[in-house]
């Protein structure tokens, strides 16, 4: 299993939702993604802003990345706090494992889901991007 995570928003160090990666055993290194913030979706309402993955090389969202010991048991309780108006995907993203490297990698994130109901509920999505 992939054991790398790219997270933007609460779930970062230092953030209301961090307690869910809190005890998860590996280390955090800044980090982008090729991305845009949007406030489509349902969470954005609430104050949660999702991410849309772009092909447009400026288009970059900051965040962390968590290179994970093991991300099995982690995976099932993101996805369900994530819900259905989020898919997990595979990306490729920079990080700096130090000040003087930037290196890139393929991760996991969750970016919006447009293809949902509203009054859905559930887990989020898991759609593979090829990189």
Known sequence: MLNNLFVYGTLCPGERNHYLLADVQGDWYPATLQAVRTDRGWGS?????????????????????LKAKDLTATIPQLDEFEGAGYQRVIVEIRYQPNMDMVQTTTAFTYELCFSHQPEEAGPSQFVAKNY
């Open 45 to 65: 309402a609430k104050g949660y802003p999702g991410i849309e993955l772009s092909d447009n090389p400026d288009d970059i969202v900051h965040g962390w990345l």
